[in-house]
């Protein structure tokens, strides 16, 4: 996509002026992207060098990390001798103009039994990110349903959709190039060792430049707020997690720590008690409150049980009330009777011998529900439009069609002034 902001014409020039990789970056990311394996082929010690293809002879078969007496490479002896390929991601994160620029770079290694591997690296994504400015995004075109990149195409303009689960711009690389240049506000608002080790530089930015509460949270090395809880919970629970830095308070389990917070919101307790939310004894203390949350439930529980029987009687009294002419409708045409369900006991009895779900038209207001038998067993049921009588359908065993359709149904219509009758 061509560009069309300055912001993003700016990018696309700056993007033309980036240093190609030298061969120590490549060869770092070559060391450090891929385990280095060897093959020990038999129990006399003869040993496949999978990185130059050398064979040597090892004395203990059965150690795992042996040293390659040719190209020197510490090598793990799990290795395959049939021919692989293996994908991995590397990063550059630099910085050009008040631009803070992350390349990502995706790298292959090709394995081929005894023959020396071959290595591979190429460019798919940059991002520039800005305080004052949304991430401008230049990447490949994906392809093969958004999987991979099209690496014969240059690198254009990316729109990013908000919202989306999965964001395939935004990777977070396997190896990070370890000679990082940083913005002044970067390094000012708390990054540190850890947040390379264990984020994503990406989302590791925009919670440092645009959210005071993780800056915060940086500064004072609290990483086990950082990794564990989740940003929406930060956000709203913000006092608590100031609690827990002033009085440094730091649980074995974080999780363990949010779930007895969300018991004292949901019981209703003070939250900015520290009895309950800075525990000496947190264990006990989320299990006491846990037990209490249950009980709770419980009789919340039993209590909208309670309403719902009483709604359901309220609703059957009115039901006979309302219908009690139409409940006494009673069909029979030689050997076929057919009959209204009186109650909602009828209503699962009638599904339970005909295993469909009639038993959840009770208290549908639209619906009027005859059952159709022949010498006394069930054949169908039969639901009716409450407004006009015609039939909505006519279901047999199993929601099957029953073989008595045509002659049910020519019962009813011609009885249907009776049913109108019977509800004016």
């Not at 307790?269 to 000496?280: A, E, I, M, Q, W």
């Not at 359908?393 to 069609?401: D, S």
């Amino acid at each position: 996509m061509l560009p069309r902001t300055a912001n993003e014409r700016e990018c696309v020039e700056i993007s033309k002026k980036l240093p190609p990789l030298t061969e120590k970056q490549k060869q770092y990311a070559f060391d450090h992207c891929f385990r280095k394996q060897a093959k020990i082929k038999n129990k006399k010690g003869d040993t496949y060098c999978l990185e130059c293809g050398h064979l040597f002879h090892v004395d203990n078969i059965h150690a795992k990390n042996v040293i390659c007496p040719h190209c020197h490479a510490k090598l793990k002896t799990d290795g395959v001798m049939r021919k692989t390929k293996k994908e991995s991601t590397f990063q550059i994160i630099t910085t050009c103009n008040g631009w803070q620029i992350v390349r990502t770079f995706e790298v292959w290694k090709w394995t081929h039994g005894a023959e020396p591997c071959s290595y591979s690296i190429l460019e798919c994504i940059q991002r520039f990110m800005k305080p004052d400015s949304r991430d401008i995004v230049l990447a490949r075109p994906l392809c093969m349903f958004g999987r991979y990149f099209d690496y014969c195409a240059e690198m254009t303009i990316k729109y990013e959709r908000p919202g989306v689960y999965y964001n395939c711009y935004d990777i977070w690389a396997m190896v990070v190039y370890p000679y990082e240049q940083l913005l002044p506000i970067v390094k000012r608002n708390g990054y540190c060792k850890w947040l390379k080790k264990n984020t994503s530089f990406v989302t590791t930015f925009h919670r440092l430049v645009f959210n005071s509460k993780y800056e915060t949270i940086a500064k004072c090395q609290r990483f086990d707020i950082w990794k564990e809880l989740s940003e929406a919970f930060i956000v709203s629970n913000w006092y608590l997690i100031k609690m827990l830095i002033r009085h440094k308070y730091s649980p074995k389990d974080m999780s363990i720590w949010r779930d007895t917070v969300q018991f004292v919101n949901e019981l209703g307790l003070d939250s900015h008690s520290p009895k309950y939310v800075l525990p000496t004894d947190l264990d006990a203390m989320h299990d006491m409150l846990f037990n209490r949350l249950q009980r709770k439930r419980i009789e919340e529980a039993n209590e909208r049980k309670r309403e719902q029987i009483a709604k359901k009687k309220a609703y059957a009294r009115e039901f006979r009330k309302k219908n009690a002419k139409l409940l006494k409708m009673v069909l029979v045409v030689g050997d076929i009777t057919i009959k209204p369900l009186q109650n909602y006991k009828d209503y699962i009895n009638e599904g339970k011998a005909m295993h469909h779900c009639v038993e959840n038209y009770w208290m549908r207001e639209e619906s009027f529900i005859l059952s159709a038998r022949m010498n006394g067993e069930r054949i169908a049921t039969i639901e009716l439009d409450r407004n006009d009588f015609s039939i909505k359908q006519c279901r047999g065993l199993q929601n099957c069609i029953p073989d008595q359709y045509d002659q049910l149904v020519s019962i009813l219509k011609r009885n249907k002034r009776k049913f109108l009758k019977a509800a004016s």
